[in-house]
């Protein structure tokens, strides 16, 4: 069969899109390349404006200096502990919400649903949910951190879009029909075939919870439970550095040097892991994105 020939508009239109995507990707890319460069570059060579494109002046001073931080060290093993436990606990939530709203059998299923979407548009705001948080004693706890927002109203909907337009119903007739229970049904017939969607909320809640640290800022008053990003936060936005990561240095202008060192090299740290995970649900994550969403 002979290929039919692209007519001149649309080599025109292909050569116009490949240039923009190339332009755009450029765009993300270098700054991306820019901080990887920067972290294994001398402290010299950064504030000297010399890096460019590639490190200069190679050195693993700035991840030696990171890793023998100790507040950075408790920070990432909290944000490890913080992400894997609250993503558990949104994954089961989610899915308890999100099962039975795609049953048709349920009473009052439309109701529970506007009553769900309701909250998408109207929340009671910052202070009294602080309040409510204090007065369930969650303040400077582990659950302040995990608990307020457990449960997503859009990923749950996004779920139950999902059970209703790619589970079968007569499937699960079928196991009814054989004595299955709703809970045997939905954890040795559903959860199985849901490996797309379940893929796509972890991603959604694991980096939700890697990059939150509005809540601690609120609800956390001891260093120690601090996340991550928190620890992040104090160095890049106050733009100091402990005497701790900085060593023996003993001039204003060489701590400063080794302050900008630091920075990049905590960046890379802080969304390395986030890096590492993506690839490994990336293809449960583009079928389970438009299977509970577009069909909706």
């Known amino acids: 069969m002979k290929k039919q020939r692209d007519s ?24 991306l390349i820019f901080i990887v460069s920067c972290s294994f570059s001398s402290a010299h060579a950064i504030t000297s404006g010399r890096v460019i494109l590639w490190p200069v002046d190679v050195t693993l001073r700035g991840y030696k200096a990171v890793f023998d931080y100790p507040t950075v060290l408790r920070g990432y093993l909290n944000t490890f502990f913080y992400t894997f436990s609250g993503t558990l606990i949104n994954i089961a939530l ?7 709203l795609a049953r048709p059998q349920l009473p009052g299923r439309k ?8 909250t998408m548009l109207f929340s009671g ?12 004693g969650m303040i400077n ?42 809970t045997r049904l939905l954890i040795q017939i559903v959860l199985p075939l849901s490996k797309q969607i379940l893929a796509v909320m972890v991603l959604f809640y694991g980096v ?33 550095a402990s005497q701790d990561m900085l060593g023996d240095l003993d001039t204003m202008g060489s701590r400063v040097m080794m302050a900008e060192t630091i920075k990049y090299a905590l960046i890379i740290v802080s969304t390395l892991p986030m890096m590492i995970l993506y690839p490994f649900l990336q293809r449960f994550f583009e079928k389970g994105v438009m299977v509970g969403a577009v069909k909706g």
Request: hydrophobic letters at 55%; a neutral charge; one cysteine or more.
């Open 125 to 136: 705001g910052m202070i009294p949910t602080y309040i409510l948080v204090r007065g369930l």
């Open 208 to 240: 939700a919870h890697w990059n939150a640290f509005f809540n601690a800022l609120i609800y956390l008053t001891e260093s120690k439970r601090y996340p991550l990003q928190l620890v992040l936060r104090s160095i890049l936005i106050q733009n100091t």
């Open 111 to 118: 109701g529970l649903m506007l009553l769900f979407s309701f």
């Open 94 to 100: 989610t899915m308890i919400a999100a099962y039975p």
């Open 8 to 31: 001149r508009d649309d080599r025109i239109f292909y050569a116009v899109n490949a240039a923009l995507l190339t332009l755009i990707m450029l765009v993300v890319l270098y700054p």
């Open 141 to 182: 706890t582990v659950w302040a951190m995990i608990l307020p927002g457990a449960v997503s109203v859009y990923n749950t909907i996004i779920m139950r879009t999902f059970f209703i337009n790619s589970i079968p119903p007569e499937l699960q007739e079928a196991a009814q029909v054989d004595g299955c229970s709703n």
